[in-house]
């Protein structure tokens, strides 16, 4: 079957399905991992969305929480030890096609503090919708624990090699002409240099280059830390005639998570799209 148009609405989410280690404060307020799972699957569900890319689902158990309450006929993820690979996974209800996993070639090391991102396998899954000529990719880049975007920072020049990395990705995939819609925590902040060379090199366009504060919560970092724009979802620029329908937030406010206390159900705020494709 063969489409000239394609409506997707579409959620990217980093759902800190486990605990948060930045700051003891940041810990206490992550506690009850699987009641914030649970409200924050009951959210989705609300939602509807055409196709869900959620970072950090690191366990099987959260993993087959989410599949239950979300119920999606389609789940793409790569099998890992402890879950899926990267915490990454796609919920989609458009049938699927091929999907892979791209393994960042760089991810640092224990000597530089970034072993984490080697034990979580950082990386990014890539999903093809089927019938269509469209490319969902699903992105979690290296932490960057410093918070700092720098040119000698420790973990920037990680966090770049991954971003051109992907570049690379889209670009051949744009040349075998398929579209491409990414979501993810890349990690570092908007307008900084690895982001603009990210965009020179790939093409694509930042749904939500208009706003420029953070998506991430302050609560979860120390004082001297400031959060910042980090979660993305891009698409190919405006010359393709694929258009920008909406673009909205998820996760900004507070929930009762336990009787008579409120705390965000992540350490990051959701980004949610409607993106209608031209073929």
Excluded: W
Aim: hydrophobic share 40%.
């Amino acid at each position: 079957m063969k489409f000239s148009s394609l409506k997707i609405r579409f959620i990217s989410f980093n759902a800190m399905s486990a605990f948060n280690f930045d700051t003891i404060h940041g810990f206490i307020s992550s506690l009850r991992p699987i009641k914030r799972q649970k409200m924050i699957t009951d959210i989705l569900l609300k939602e509807n969305a055409d196709v869900i890319a959620l970072q950090e689902i690191h366990t099987y158990f959260v993993l087959n929480l989410y599949k239950k309450k979300l119920n999606y006929p389609y789940v793409v993820y790569k099998k890992y030890l402890y879950g899926p690979r990267g915490g990454l996974v796609i919920f989609s209800k458009f049938p699927v096609g091929k999907f892979d996993y791209l393994n960042f070639s760089k991810r640092g090391s224990l000597f530089n503090s970034s072993f984490i991102a080697r034990v979580i396998k950082n990386g990014a899954l890539v999903c093809t919708l089927q019938d269509v000529p469209i490319t969902i990719l699903d992105v979690h880049a290296t932490p960057n624990l410093d918070h700092d975007d720098s040119e000698n920072n420790r973990f920037i020049k990680f966090i770049e090699a991954q971003l051109m990395q992907i570049a690379d990705l889209v670009n051949e995939l744009k040349s075998s002409s398929r579209k491409v819609l990414i979501g993810g925590d890349f990690n570092v902040a908007k307008n900084s240099v690895p982001y603009k060379k990210f965009l020179r090199k790939s093409g694509l366009l930042d749904i939500f280059s208009k706003d420029d504060f953070p998506t991430q919560h302050q609560e979860y970092l120390s004082k001297n830390k400031k959060v910042k724009r980090i979660d993305y979802v891009f698409m190919q620029e405006a010359g393709t005639k694929s258009k920008i329908i909406s673009s909205d937030y998820l996760f900004r406010e507070k929930y009762e998570i336990s009787k008579g206390k409120k705390n965000y159900l992540s350490d990051h705020i959701g980004l949610k799209t409607t993106v209608d494709f031209k073929f």
